[in-house]
């Protein structure tokens, strides 16, 4: 589960064209509260990850960075990868195939942490204070959640919903493209063409990991 200092929605508020607008920019957690899905197995809350390497958020802790203050004050690190998977063997097989083929990870630093607050039945010790990492997970379609999570249909539908944001915006740029009355301007004349090129480029560079030049 990629929890702390995940890439973030992109913000779309930069194009001036309401046509562009949407759900893009926002948080799952923004665009609606997160159903009650979870089977409250406590897998996730054992074999959390993130996308920084455990040094690298406590080099963060020590310049401030809220969220990894808050991600290491609920979990603690395995000493091992064969620790962790003792404990959730699919969810770390899981990650580990994932983070094989990705090119802004690499498994020599992949850290599994556990949280302090899990209680033996699998449930949050700390619900009503729990922080953001927590209470928005899974966040958005492609956090890594243990095979079986009560979060898979809801994160397909997060997933397909991102895509057709993306693919918009990208019908948005061949029409100005294609309308352009010089080649240079877009056809309201409210920015140049490379300028709306750049904000569509900004939206998709988050999720490039996932493939959003593809979609």
């Not at 990850?49 to 310049?63: A, D, G, H, I, R």
Request: aromatic share 8%; net charge negative.
């Amino acid at each position: 589960m990629f929890n702390s200092q995940s890439p973030q929605q992109p913000s779309l508020s930069g194009i001036s064209m309401a046509s562009a607008g949407g759900a893009a920019g926002k948080t799952p957690a923004d665009m609606h509260d997160l159903p009650d899905l979870c089977h409250k197995c406590g897998r996730c809350c054992r074999s959390a990850t993130t996308f920084n390497s455990y040094p690298k958020l406590l080099e963060l802790v020590e310049q401030g960075d809220q969220e990894a203050i808050d991600f290491l004050e609920i979990f603690e690190p395995f000493d091992s990868v064969e620790q962790a998977r003792a404990v959730v063997p699919e969810q770390v097989q899981r990650v580990i195939d994932e983070v094989s083929h990705r090119k802004d990870m690499h498994l020599d630093e992949l850290t599994f942490y556990h949280c302090r607050y899990v209680t033996e039945e699998g449930m949050c010790g700390i619900y009503e204070r729990r922080p953001r990492c927590c209470s928005e997970a899974p966040y958005h379609g492609w956090s890594m959640m243990p095979p079986g999570c009560g979060f898979e249909g809801w994160q397909f539908e997060q997933r397909e919903m991102q895509k057709a944001e993306i693919r918009k915006l990208k019908e948005i740029q061949y029409q100005m493209e294609a309308l352009s009355p010089d080649g240079i301007r877009t056809a309201s004349g409210s920015m140049t063409l490379d300028e709306l090129r750049g904000k569509i480029n900004e939206a998709l560079a988050p999720w490039k990991t996932f493939g959003s030049q593809h979609w």
